[in-house]
């Protein structure tokens, strides 16, 4: 292969590899559907193999090309620079599968006060206006289920968002305070 064919081809590996590793993640994050996490791993491998054998070549070439070495060392370079970005992935793929994401809606035609998130982790809402939506990050500590209290009206109110979880079990979720709600898990 020539050096050129040879700095092309590790210069594409190493973008592909950014760009899918990218997109499974990205996918992740908005759903975080965990059989994404599968693919995340399975893809890992694959480019891992793929990206080392090209590496090792491409090392290898720039020893036997002393004329463009510098070239062929700058496109390795390149490619290890995906090293950092999946650890950072990585790391951030863990933190989320450590926590619950939900998103409150208040479905009542009510102003709803002193909304607690207890289980796990507490967190409070200091209120939510009809039809308003605020996102928060409970962390998961161990085994717990998770409710919000609030009050209504000055009427105190309770209802289960999650009856167990456990960490690993990290999702995106909606609850819909005074409406209907589908415990998937």
């Not at 070239?71 to 933190?95: C, D, R, V």
């Not at 996102?135 to 209802?159: F, L, R």
């Amino acid at each position: 292969m020539t050096t050129e064919k040879q700095i092309a081809l590790g210069k594409k590996t190493a973008l592909i590899s950014f760009l899918i590793g990218t997109v499974i993640f990205g996918l992740y994050f908005l759903t975080s559907n965990w059989q994404l996490l599968f693919v995340g791993y399975g893809f890992i491998l694959i480019a891992g193999i793929f990206n080392i054998i090209i590496l090792i070549l491409t090392i290898s070439k720039a020893n036997s090309d002393s004329e463009n070495r510098k070239k062929l060392l700058k496109t390795s370079g390149l490619m290890l620079l995906n090293i950092p970005i999946l650890i950072i992935y990585a790391w951030f793929a863990i933190m989320l599968t450590g926590n619950m994401r939900i998103t409150f809606t208040n479905e009542t035609e009510y102003r709803l006060t002193e909304i607690n998130i207890v289980g796990c982790e507490t967190k409070s809402i200091v209120e939510l206006e009809p039809n308003e939506s605020k996102t928060v990050w409970v962390g998961i500590t161990g085994d717990c289920s998770i409710n919000v209290d609030y009050k209504e009206s000055g009427e105190e109110k309770s209802e289960i968002v999650a009856g167990y979880v456990t960490r690993g079990m990290g999702q995106k979720i909606n609850h819909k305070i005074g409406g209907e709600n589908h415990l998937g898990f």
